[in-house]
Structure formats: C-alpha cells, structure tokens
C-alpha cells in the first residue's frame, strides 16, 4: 500500500509500477482509474476495468461508460481507442503489434497499427482483435473470434478468421 500511497504525489507512474499495482492490490474502481490515468491511459467517466488488465505502454484510449472484463490483453504499441458504451468480454486481446511472415524478417521488424472501437461495440469473451482494425459503431463480435479486418457498423461478425453473419 505504500507504493500506492506515494503515487500520489506524483504526476505520471510508470506502467510496470501502476500495472502491478492495478492487479496485485484490492483497489476501488476510483484508485484504479487514477492509476490507469497517471501511467497514460486516458479513461471517461464511470467506465471500470476488471483486473487482471495486462497493457504494455499506457497508449490506451478509453471512452465513458466502458467495461473491461478480467484478463483482458492490451498490446499497445500503437493507439487503442475504445469508444462510449463498449462492451469487452474476459480474456480479450487487442494487439496493435505484428511481426512479417518472412523468417528473415521475422525476429527483426515489429509492424504496428491502431485499433479503434466505435462506440457501443461488444467483444465476445476471447476475442482477438489484430493490427490496423476498426470496428465501427453498435456492432458485435462474437465470442473465440479472430478479427483481421475491418467490421462494418451495425454487424454482428463471428469466427476465425472472423466473417460477417447478420446486420444488427
């Protein structure tokens, strides 16, 4: 708890220090949301994140009114911006991180792309969400889906690779 309290005082906590915090530590929704701000994640009004929360560098957007279930995976890399009244499901992955397929690229070049969620979108428990995705507003991804290109507004996609099933 002293590690908590002195981050008080202080204007920016680095991400490994609140991430620990964040999931070692029973905390009110209040506290943690403080924690997520100080590291970098910018997070709305009445939004709660349900630990454990892994994320890499604080590049995190999120809206108001959000919840991020338990073990949820945010490699950001590159920005993830989740918009109003989402939804996420336990054990999703947003991961704005790649690698090529080429084995003599492999292991030395990093591909990275934003991830963004519209607003009201809701994630499926399992989900994987991968580089360079939008998933435009009220839509639904269903759960164990891999998601490798943009989703439509209104759309309920589902499967690996996930494919469109019905308009919403």
């Known amino acids: 708890m002293l590690m908590y309290f002195l981050s008080h005082f202080v204007k920016y906590v680095e991400v490994p220090v609140a991430r620990n915090l964040i999931n070692s530590r029973n905390l009110s929704r209040k506290r943690h949301n403080r924690l997520l701000a100080k590291s970098g994640v910018k997070i709305g009004d009445e939004s709660i994140v349900t630990t454990p929360f892994f994320y890499e ?25 989740i918009g ?34 519209g607003k009201n979108v809701w994630l499926g428990a399992g989900v994987v969400v991968l580089p360079g995705v939008t998933i435009g507003d009220n839509s639904v991804i269903a759960a164990n889906s891999v998601v490798t290109a943009n989703v439509p507004e209104n759309a309920l996609f ?7 099933k019905r308009n919403l």
């Open 57 to 81: 560098f604080g590049n995190i957007a999120i809206g108001c009114h959000v919840y991020i279930n338990a073990g949820c995976v945010f490699l950001d890399n590159s920005a993830i911006t």
């Open 84 to 117: 109003d009244n989402s939804l996420i499901g336990p054990n999703v992955t947003l991961s704005t991180a790649s690698h090529p397929c080429g084995p003599a690229q492999r292991s030395c070049q990093l591909i990275t792309a934003p991830i963004t969620l």
């Open 158 to 164: 589902a499967g690996a690779p996930a494919i469109f």
